[in-house]
Structures are given as structure tokens and as C-alpha cells.
């Protein structure tokens, strides 16, 4: 969480000490103008970093790094998924009846992880187009269908008969827990 101490209404500090209590594991840095040493210790009492403004971009991306790397793996175990075994943190998914490993282009990793983060969950087009592509969805735009079906080819058994991705007609897709 990268949290700003001037916010409206709470303060980042307020919000930045709910967010640990409920989520103690979730790293904070703290990003403000506020450079006194009082705001400065506040602020890591409970917080992982703390930034002052002005920033380097690059400082910021290499404190989130560290974070990041301290933090570790959301989910360090794999994740089984029928036929297959899913390392998330390494970016690999593995058939696991013949131990290899199946490759997938950047926007069909993009989709399949996207719906795995959404474990059971029954994603829209849009939601899916908007996050992978980062634009707006444009109704009748079969783009995302197509890499849905070469997905499909590349992980499930039988892609006519999809165990993993399914489709949630007139609605969108999702990845079956």
C-alpha cells in the first residue's frame, strides 16, 4: 500500500494503522510532503517505509522493490488446479501428470493470472479486457475470446469440454476453484 498522509477526511495515519491492524502483513510505505522527524517516527510505528516529496520515480520503484522482496510471495506453495500445478510466484504453470511446462504468450499469462486472482470468482469481459489491456472494452471486440480459446488449447484436456476456464454465458469467464 503506498499511502499519502494528507488525505480528505482520515488522515493517512489513521487509515495506515487500520489497514496494519487488519492486514498485518501487507507492506505500507508511508508517501508525504511532511518531513518532520515527529510525522517521520508516526508514521513508521506502523508503516514499512516512509517517502518525503519531492521523489525520484526511481526511488520509489526501488523501495517498493525492497518491500516487495521483504513481503515475499502472497502464496509460496503451488496451487493445484486439476491437471495442472500453478507456482505463481515463479510465473510457471506445469502439466502435472507429464512435468512439463506448458508456455504462454504475455496476454494469455495476463488473462490466466488475472482470473487466478480471481479464484471462483465470475470476471465480465470488460473487467478482464480492461485489466489486461488497460483500455476501455469495445462491445463486439472478439479479441478477448480469441485468447480465451488459445488459452483453453494450451491447458485444458479438452478444450471443447473446459474443466479450468469456464465460460458464464452472457456474462464472462472464470477460472473453477
Known amino acids: 500500500v503506498i499511502l499519502d498522509v494528507m488525505l480528505p477526511g482520515l488522515d493517512g495515519f489513521t487509515v495506515g494503522q487500520r489497514v496494519k491492524k487488519i ?32 521523489f525520484h520515480p526511481d526511488e520509489l520503484a526501488a523501495r517498493i522493490g525492497v518491500l516487495l522482496r521483504r513481503a515475499g510471495s502472497v502464496s509460496s506453495s503451488p496451487l493445484t488446479l486439476r491437471h495442472l500445478t500453478v507456482y505463481e510466484e515463479e510465473n510457471r504453470i ?7 511446462e506448458i508456455p504462454l504468450t504475455g496476454k494469455q499469462f495476463q488473462i490466466f493470472f488475472y482470473l487466478l486472482r480471481h479464484l471462483g470468482q465470475i470476471m465480465t469481459k470488460e473487467q478482464i479486457y480492461e485489466a ?14 480469441v485468447h480465451i480459446r488459445y488459452l483453453r488449447e494450451k491447458l485444458e484436456k479438452d478444450p471443447g469440454a473446459p474443466e ?13 476453484a
Open 132 to 145: 489486461v489491456w488497460g483500455e476501455p472494452y469495445m462491445e463486439g471486440d472478439k479479441t478477448l475470446m
Open 164 to 176: 479450468i476456464i469456464e465460460t458464464v454465458r452472457g456474462i464472462g469467464y472464470r477460472v473453477k
Open 23 to 54: 492486514f498485518p502483513d501487507i507492506p505500507i510505505l508511508m508517501l508525504s510532503a511532511r518531513t518532520s522527524i515527529d510525522d517521520k517516527l508516526q508514521g513508521l510505528g506502523f508503516a514499512d517505509d516512509y517517502l518525503t516529496k519531492p
Open 94 to 100: 506445469v502439466q502435472a501428470e507429464s512435468g512439463e
